[in-house]
């Protein structure tokens, strides 16, 4: 079965500060989703790649996925403290039902 | 647009109980799954119903079911609780069946408690 890693495990950065989260697979990559969830909430949609070198953006997040590595990078400029949160990165298999496997999530503290 | 809905959102139970939780998805959407959240484990695969069936279901054990009604609302039921269920269980909807034809949008979970 895929097995998603994501590092790092957790993030602390000042605020206006850069910084960039991994999601390795075990297996190919077909397309990559990435989510925030805040603490016992539900996920918010940030980005899905479906393609390799694909590389999409919304406001300061920019997320990439490299089909020959099996990763896939999340970029946040000039992080907010509305950036904070648990971002996780989820993967299915092509041509079946929406079963996702999330990685362990990475999660990100912003100070002032 | 009204977002995923669970109800209810807290839940208490004991040990040996059965539970049933709802989850209504985004008006067109008929592609409905399941996930739980645990701290150790993390974001889990229960399962998924389309069209009334259900298409996949994740490892685990028969104690966890579910059903998918003709308007698209579904249930997922746990009877004879454990602790270990515990949990976050999150819904979450899309248009259609696989994966990167389009986004599952997910719903704000649903906390079990079992004491």
């Known amino acids: 079965s895929q097995e998603l890693e994501q590092s790092p495990q957790s993030l602390i950065v000042q605020e206006g500060k850069n910084l960039t989260i991994n999601c390795t697979s075990s297996?190919?990559?077909?397309?990559l989703y990435w989510y925030k969830q805040k603490y016992g909430e539900g996920l918010i949609f940030l980005m899905m790649l479906q393609k390799g070198g694909e590389e999409k953006s919304h406001e300061k997040i920019t997320a990439k996925l490299d089909e020959k590595k099996q990763q896939s990078s999340l970029h946040i400029t000039a992080s907010q403290p509305s950036h904070a949160g648990i971002y996780l990165c989820?993967?299915?298999?092509?041509?079946?039902?929406?079963?996702?496997?999330f990685g362990t999530g990475t999660r990100l503290q912003v100070t002032l | 647009k009204a977002g995923v809905t669970q109800t209810p959102r807290y839940l208490i139970k004991t040990r040996g109980q059965q539970v049933t939780l709802s989850c209504s998805p985004i008006s067109g959407h008929r592609s409905v799954s399941w996930y739980q959240q645990t701290p150790g484990q993390g974001l889990q695969f229960l399962f998924e119903y389309f069209s009334e069936t259900q298409r996949n279901k994740g490892n685990f054990p028969g104690r966890f079911s579910g059903r998918q009604f003709s308007n698209s609302r579904s249930e997922m039921n746990v009877s004879t609780l454990e602790l270990g269920d515990s949990a976050l269980y999150l819904c979450?909807?899309?248009?259609?069946?696989?994966?990167?034809?389009?986004?599952?949008?997910f719903g704000p979970g649903t906390r079990l408690t079992v004491l």
């Open positions: 979450a909807s899309s248009l259609h069946l696989g994966p990167y034809t389009d986004t599952q949008y």
């Open positions: 989820g993967a299915g298999n092509t041509g079946t039902a929406s079963k996702l496997t």
């Open positions: 297996k190919t990559l077909y397309g």
